[in-house]
């Protein structure tokens, strides 16, 4: 595909983003909020894992760190249910969420420039039961088991919400709370993703494919391999954050359910589907996989096979569904794609003369 067709695609599908919230229900854009936090998410871990090659299964701490850090953050001071709050305004308290997951992998990084590969991946494994205990323990800030509801996000007195102002109309469509958060959503993605092409594109994104490819060839040339290792775990940590708080205010209540191993596993799943080191193809495959078990869920009663959730009738629900066919998709990816989404859009070179001649 040439630069031009690329940039039309590109074009296109803005254009197609910003006209959803006036056609599209209310589960659908709901959908689309979901897999918006999960491309920033993605973005984070295909660059400490697909550019660094860093090995990282305790994504959903982070992104855990982000959600409840804008919770508690922007949380009433002193609630009658005990739950405590520094009632900071929502943006305020939503770019601090991301700075303390910034400052929680900031603590952690002297280990991510100390250990590589797998060694990585089982400390980063502890902090997963690490942050499940402290959610499930932590009532006044986290709400134990049963969660906390989230503030809504909040612009300068105008709420990302069905209130303030009600009855809001868009050239004849009404605007709730999900119709104003998907341009918030929108925002985050965007800057999520040009930070992330200067970062690849500058000396940064250099050295850290350096890094990838052979620490001992990266330190001849003078690269410091464990600065750039902890640097691009903290940056990681950082499009967490900013995931988790995103997820936070789409699902309006967080509970530790949520921020679990499988989420850490989902994760990996779209960077190895979407192919290591590009970050359209994390994004891309981080839309798939969040929005498979969603249209399962939908369309369960008009799918063969599949049992709703709860009905006890014979079939694997759409959640397990899902997982099954993303599963599928990586064995395919690893086996027959190994660039994943990204190598499939790639333009393969022509074959000269001297090549076709024995």
Not at 172 to 188: Q, S, T
Not at 251 to 264: A, D, M
Not at 288 to 304: E, F, I, N, R, S
Not at 312 to 336: D, H, K, N, Q, S
């Amino acid at each position: 595909m040439s630069e031009i067709s690329k940039r039309a695609v590109a074009g296109v599908g803005v254009l197609v983003l910003l006209a959803l919230p006036f056609y599209a229900t209310g589960f659908w854009l709901q959908s689309g909020l979901f897999a918006m936090a999960a491309v920033i998410g993605a973005i984070g871990l295909s660059l400490l894992t697909g550019t660094t090659g860093q090995l990282s299964l305790g994504h959903a701490f982070f992104l855990a760190v982000g959600a409840y850090g804008y919770v508690w953050l922007s949380g009433p001071a002193g609630a009658a249910d005990g739950l405590t709050g520094l009632g900071l305004p929502p943006l305020l308290a939503f770019g601090l969420a991301v700075a303390l997951t910034g400052l929680a992998g900031g603590l952690l990084s002297p280990i991510a420039g100390r250990l590589r590969g797998m060694y990585l991946g089982v400390a980063t494994l502890a902090l997963v039961f690490i942050g499940q205990h402290v959610m499930l323990n932590a009532h006044t800030v986290t709400g134990g088991y049963n969660g906390r509801s989230v503030p809504p996000m909040d612009l300068f007195g105008f709420a990302l919400a069905d209130a303030s102002p009600q009855g809001l109309l868009v050239l004849g469509v009404p605007f709730g709370g999900l119709e104003r958060l998907w341009y918030f959503g929108l925002a985050l993605v965007a800057l999520a993703l040009l930070t992330a092409r200067n970062l690849l594109r500058g000396r940064p994104g250099r050295a850290l494919g350096a890094v990838r490819d052979s620490e001992v060839a990266a330190a001849v040339m003078g690269v410091p391999v464990a600065r750039y290792r902890s640097a691009a775990f903290v940056v990681s940590c950082l499009y967490a954050g900013a995931g988790g708080a995103l997820l936070a205010l789409v699902f309006r209540r967080v509970v530790p359910e949520t921020f679990g191993l499988v989420l850490s596993i989902d994760y990996l799943a779209m960077i190895v589907i979407g192919g290591l080191g590009s970050v359209g193809g994390a994004a891309a495959a981080a839309v798939l996989v969040t929005l498979l078990p969603q249209v399962l869920t939908g369309y369960a009663d008009d799918l063969p096979l599949l049992a709703r959730a709860g009905s006890g009738a014979a079939g694997p629900t759409p959640g397990e569904a899902a997982r099954y066919l993303y599963g599928a998709a990586i064995v395919l990816v690893l086996t027959l794609a190994p660039q994943g989404l990204a190598g499939l859009t790639r333009r393969r070179p022509r074959k000269t003369l001297q090549e076709h001649t024995p």
